[in-house]
T-cell receptor
């Protein structure tokens, strides 16, 4: 089983600025996948970005990028040029097979 | 293409009753997973079904059951409802060869 920890219950960022959300995980498996999901007030979980553990290169999707530190079991999400629409709960998740294991989430507030 | 759909959107039940929640996956996706999200927490894995077979089960009592139909849609059944079953129930679908899961909008269940 994996455990996922998000130590920041809330974060705030100004529009156009950059923010980093933290996530650490623990797994005994060598083959696993990591994800960041966004859940706006509409409550639909949206896949933001994924990282395969076997890949050294950090994943990037437009304004979203990750800092994957495998030895430290750290998987942070960086949001550049923050927009009002980025305001949401962000969940980090880990899987080695079929079940996604989620952290408790970080609430991101974006101020004008 | 349509995303994952779930019905109903909201549901209010009384303790001891039974409930059935429904999910239709993205076209071409053959795996369906169910998650329970209690307010303020990350989603918790309940089941995954693939080709009508249960592939995995989370730490939930036997009151929770599910099934998958030939068209890959799925039902989640919960018997003898408890107040603690009040939550957002999320369905996710995925391709058989992928770890990425795509979520529906969820069903909000309130048990009174």
């Amino acid at each position: 089983a994996q455990t996922v920890t998000q130590s920041q219950p809330e974060m705030s960022v100004q529009e156009a600025e950059t923010v980093t959300l933290s996530c650490t995980y623990d797994t005994s498996e060598s083959d696993y996948y990591l994800f960041w999901y966004k859940q706006p007030p509409s409550r639909q979980m949206i896949l933001v970005i994924r990282q395969e553990a076997y890949k050294q290169q950090n994943a990037t999707e437009n304004r979203f990028s990750v800092n994957f530190q495998k030895a430290a079991k750290s998987f942070s999400l960086k949001i550049s040029d923050s927009q009002l629409g980025d305001a949401a709960m962000y969940f980090c998740a880990c899987t080695t097979g079929y079940a996604l294991n989620f952290g408790k989430g970080t609430s991101l507030l974006v101020t004008p | 293409d349509a995303g994952v759909t779930q019905s109903p959107t909201h549901l209010i039940k009384t303790r001891g009753q039974h409930v059935t929640l429904r999910c239709s996956p993205i076209s071409g996706h053959k795996s369906v997973s169910w998650y329970q999200q209690v307010l303020g927490q990350g989603p918790q894995f309940i089941f995954q079904y693939y080709e009508k077979e249960e592939r995995g089960r989370g730490n939930f009592p036997d009151r929770f059951s599910a099934r998958q139909f030939p068209n890959y849609s799925s039902e989640l059944n919960v018997n003898a409802l408890l107040l603690g079953d009040s939550a957002l129930y999320l369905c996710a679908s995925s391709l058989p060869t992928s770890y990425e899961q795509y979520f529906g909008p969820g069903t909000r269940l309130t048990v009174t």
